[in-house]
Every structure is written in structure tokens, then in C-alpha cells.
T-cell receptor
């Protein structure tokens, strides 16, 4: 049973550039959530995708955008990168519904460094 | 809005001893889930244990158990017979019950198991 996978594992960009991070959910899951984890802090919710649409969004600017594909995989795009965007980006997948299916399972993350 | 507070930034304990990590939360919701996630140096967020707020019985998973006090809005994690592999950051997280909601995390507790 394949777990959540993310690519790339590490990425170095310069200010003003754009970046795309990718996530494949756990087998059988249909919902993908993205989180930003700054060094020494807990993860912060960016947004969630279900049925190829953004269902809810955290307090992040429009520079952060996403997409979900028919196979449930997802991309996170960040435009006009700032130094403060340096963080670990975590993807989590789950299954819509109530009960244990809503538990979110995380991928290994992508470490983004903006210089 | 929900908030999660972990008041112990760091803890250490001898191998084989028992340790308890604290978590408090604030919410106006009546139905919700609470989670403990573990993040080792490999950085992948791993689910440790989950508690449904409507269940009075405390959840247990092998050496891990929780003390859930709904009225006090307290959710502590007890690790028995601690092992070196338990060394990690531990995050407490909250999620509303319906609609496959986002996770709200605390700031984490860094736990070190001393051989």
C-alpha cells in the first residue's frame, strides 16, 4: 500500500522565482491538503483540494495556488518567491467522510530554500 | 477559530521510563478530533494516536495512550517504556468533526530519550 509521496525532496530557488511542488496521495484517498512548516514551528494549513477544486484555504496570499488532477494527485505553486517562503512543505491525504477515514496521512515533505 | 497550545518546548527522559506530553486547546465546537503526530529527524509526520471527542474512553495504541479531559480541554500523551526511537518532535493537532476539515497544530514538544 503506497503512502503519500512528494517531489522533489529538496529545492533551492532565488527570490522572485516560481516553484511547483508535487504530491501523490495514499492509495484510495481523494483529498489532498497542503501545509507549510517553518523551522521550529508547527505546520500551518495552506489549502485543501477535493474533486479538483479548492475546498478551503488558510491565511496565505494568492501567490500560493494549487491544482488537483483527476488521479487525485496535486501540485502546489508559489509565485514571486520571498525569503520567508523558505520552509518544509507537507502534503497530507485523506478520504472525505466522517470517522477514521478523515485522518490525514503525511508525505515526507519538500524542503524549499529561497536565497 | 481553534487554538492548540503545547507548553513544554522540550523534554527528556531516560530510556524505559514513562513520559507525559501536555496539550490544551480552545474551541467552541462540541464534536471534533484530536491527534498526536510524531516528527522524527527524517521530518515525516507520523500519526501516533487519535481521539474522537464524543468518545469518553481514552484512546490507546500499544505504548501510547492519551488522557482526554473534554471539560478542561486537555489532551495529554503518555508514552510508556520509552524507546530511543521515540526521540522526535511531537505535535498535538485539532480537527473539526465534519467536512474533512484542516488540522490546527500546536508548536510542538521536542522529546529526547536518553540511553
Amino acid at each position: 500500500d503506497a503512502g503519500v509521496t512528494q517531489s522533489p525532496t529538496h529545492l533551492i530557488k532565488t527570490r522572485g522565482q516560481q516553484v511547483t511542488l508535487r504530491c501523490s496521495p495514499k492509495s484510495g484517498h481523494d483529498t489532498v491538503s497542503w501545509y507549510q512548516q517553518a523551522l521550529g514551528q508547527g505546520p500551518q494549513f495552506i489549502f485543501q483540494y477535493y474533486e479538483e477544486e479548492e475546498r478551503q484555504r488558510g491565511n496565505f496570499p494568492d501567490r500560493f495556488s494549487g491544482h488537483q488532477f483527476p488521479n487525485y494527485s496535486s501540485e502546489l505553486n508559489v509565485n514571486a518567491l520571498l525569503l520567508g517562503d523558505s520552509a518544509l512543505y507537507l502534503c497530507a491525504s485523506s478520504l472525505v467522510g466522517t470517522g477514521t477515514r478523515e485522518t490525514q496521512y503525511f508525505g515526507p515533505g519538500t524542503r524549499l530554500l529561497v536565497l | 477559530a481553534q487554538t492548540v497550545t503545547q507548553s513544554q518546548p522540550e523534554m527528556s527522559v531516560q530510556e524505559a521510563e514513562t513520559v507525559t506530553l501536555s496539550c490544551t486547546y480552545d474551541t467552541s465546537e462540541n464534536n471534533y478530533y484530536l491527534f498526536w503526530y510524531k516528527q522524527p529527524p527524517s521530518r515525516q509526520m507520523i500519526l501516533v494516536i487519535r481521539q474522537e471527542a464524543y468518545k469518553q474512553q481514552n484512546a490507546t495504541e500499544n505504548r501510547f495512550s492519551v488522557n482526554f479531559q473534554k471539560a478542561a480541554k486537555s489532551f495529554s500523551l503518555k508514552i510508556s517504556d520509552s524507546q530511543l526511537g521515540d526521540t522526535a518532535m511531537y505535535f498535538c493537532a485539532f480537527m473539526k468533526h465534519f467536512g474533512n476539515e484542516k488540522l490546527t497544530f500546536g508548536t510542538g514538544t521536542r522529546l529526547t530519550i536518553i540511553p
